[in-house]
């Protein structure tokens, strides 16, 4: 099955009892057995949910992988690859990264005896530099959050594997329709399904993707075991949002290519951040791993200060000044005072993140409305 068909149908069939063709939400904690031991593969629901089963399936033949487990959040999701490593390891992870992934590394897995080195792997050589004889995994973001600077997956994972380490990477920027990071040499996929696959704004839920029998085992396990699993009506919400993934991210992305051309144009505006412009420094590396590049803008003003992006924010009617991205609706927001204000302002401002950035979710909507709305708002600053 080809991308598209995979989002419509993949880990779904007819339901066998009734014929109902949208999977049952199936609101049970357990299972009923005909002798001990004697059951159809579902048990007790922390460890199985049948609408859980249809997403893992559905998720995983969209990033190409032999295995989904879906967690309760995209940090979930996260902490449950980082409880698949023991104390002592060390972790390499980009410089420029989501802000709660940034803080559970180190205000809980520090606490628990991982250590973290975080680098600007932009240059591929700042990760041989990084490694270390206990470099277990590698946690890769790219595009990232919110510079939208892109990561060579194929070189890393390269680099990574030499040195015995694994590779994770966060998909949740690009979704699988742009990227597929197994493809490019990644063991372990990790989204935010909150963001593009849910893709309505309605639902927290998280999920990793491996084709390694060995993490997939060590996955279930984590879920057996510290169960940070989603609710049945949430795998529902997700499997409905896949459904239409191929066609919300390509009129987002259509409709993200306007509004660049239009910020890039504008006498207010300073620098525009989006890796499809040709002297983003990240061009030729997106343009190779990527199939488009994605819906999420950045830019900041020639005017740099906060006040004058807060005002901005606060003038916007179509684009609603909210944290997350990734759904239909088109998001306006301050990443140094809302998504990445648990970075301290310091290491925040290393890694390039200046205080007057904004990041744009660009939307489903028309694009003129969006465009004139950022227009109005740009007059009056
Ligand atoms: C939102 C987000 C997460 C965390 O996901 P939740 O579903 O909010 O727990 C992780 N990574 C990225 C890139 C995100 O945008």
Not at 27 to 35: D, G, K, L, V, W
Not at 165 to 192: C, E, K, R, W, Y
Not at 228 to 246: E, I, N, S, W, Y
Request: with cysteine; glycine share 8%.
């Amino acid at each position: 099955m080809r991308f598209a068909t995979q989002c419509v149908h993949a880990g779904q069939t007819p339901d066998p009892s009734t014929g109902a063709v949208m999977t049952p939400v199936y609101f049970t904690s357990t299972f009923a057995q005909r002798a001990p031991g004697d059951h159809d593969g579902y048990e007790y629901a922390r460890v199985h949910n049948p609408t859980r089963t249809a997403l893992e399936g559905n998720l995983a033949a969209l990033e190409g992988a032999a295995h989904g487990v879906a967690f309760a959040s995209g940090v979930a999701a996260t902490d449950a690859v980082l409880k698949g490593l023991s104390a002592g390891d060390h972790v390499v992870a980009t410089n420029d990264l989501y802000g709660g992934t940034y803080r559970l590394f180190t205000q809980v897995y520090e606490r628990f005896g991982l250590t973290f080195t975080f680098a600007d792997l932009t240059d591929p050589a700042n990760l041989e530099a990084a490694l270390q004889a206990n470099t277990k995994l590698v946690w890769l973001e790219t595009p990232t959050n919110p510079l939208l600077r892109i990561l060579d997956i194929a070189r890393l994972a390269d680099i990574a594997h030499a040195a015995g380490a694994d590779v994770a990477v966060d998909n949740t920027f690009a979704t699988p329709m742009l990227q597929q990071p197994l493809a490019l040499g990644a063991d372990l996929v990790v989204h935010s399904a909150t963001k593009y696959l849910g893709g309505h704004s309605d639902v927290i839920l998280g999920a990793v993707l491996t084709s390694r029998d060995d993490w997939n085992e060590r996955l279930r396990f984590q879920v057996k075991s510290t169960g940070a699993v989603p609710g049945p009506m949430d795998c529902f919400l997700v499997l409905r949002g896949t459904k239409t993934l191929h066609l919300r991210v390509e009129r987002a992305c259509a409709n993200a290519e306007k509004i660049v051309a239009f910020l890039a144009d504008h006498p207010k505006v300073g620098a525009v951040l989006y890796p499809g412009l040709p002297s983003h420094a990240g061009h030729d590396v997106a343009k190779r791993q990527m199939a488009r590049y994605g819906a999420i803008v950045s830019f900041t003003l020639k005017d740099d200060r906060v006040e004058t992006a807060h005002a901005l924010m606060s003038r916007t009617n179509v684009f609603t000044l909210a944290e997350s991205l990734g759904g239909v609706e088109s998001l306006i927001e301050h990443p140094a005072s809302m998504t990445h204000g648990s970075i301290p302002a310091d290491v925040r401002r290393a890694a390039g993140l200046s205080d007057s950035l904004i990041r744009l979710s660009v939307g489903v909507e028309d694009v003129q409305d969006l465009i004139d709305d950022l227009s109005a708002a740009l007059d009056t600053v």
